[in-house]
Nanobody, 125 residues
Framework: VQLQASGGGLVQAGDSLRLSCAASGIPFSRYNMAWFRQAPGKEREFVTALRYGNSNAIYTDSVKGRFTFSRDNAKNTVYLQMNSLKPEDTAVYYC???????????????????WGQGTLVTVSS
């Protein structure tokens, strides 16, 4: 199983980035997918999740209205479109995959079976 995240970089506040995460080795269309992030000196935190068969992602409050999470099952890939980036969005972003979790646990990193290697997003002020 491999989750390959890409798309991070250094941008200025207000700019946009699109992260991608390509999955292999799993029946992708049956997996719930998520993005977490970890800022320097902080714990990993939930950003967004998208359950399989559901086009409505859930987001942490700090990114609502700015980030959009989508998936392309034909390409086994998820995308995180990040607009109006802020310095506080600076972090390593990780994609994650899991199956079987109930909705109430989807924000919990502990329910995810597979993780990507992370991609660094740096937003300068």
């Amino acid at each position: 199983v491999q989750l390959q995240a890409s798309g991070g970089g250094l941008v200025q506040a207000g700019d946009s980035l699109r992260l991608s995460c390509a999955a292999s080795g799993i029946p992708f269309s049956r997996y719930n997918m998520a993005w977490f992030r970890q800022a320097p000196g902080k714990e990993r935190e939930f950003v967004t999740a998208l359950r399989y068969g559901n086009s409505n992602a859930i987001y942490t409050d700090s990114v609502k209205g700015r980030f959009t999470f989508s998936r392309d099952n034909a390409k086994n890939t998820v995308y995180l479109q990040m607009n109006s980036l802020k310095p506080e969005d600076t972090a390593v972003y990780y994609c994650a995959a899991q199956t079987g979790a109930i909705l109430s646990t989807i924000r919990n990193s502990g329910v995810y079976h597979y993780w990507g290697q992370g991609t660094l997003v740096t937003v300068s002020s």
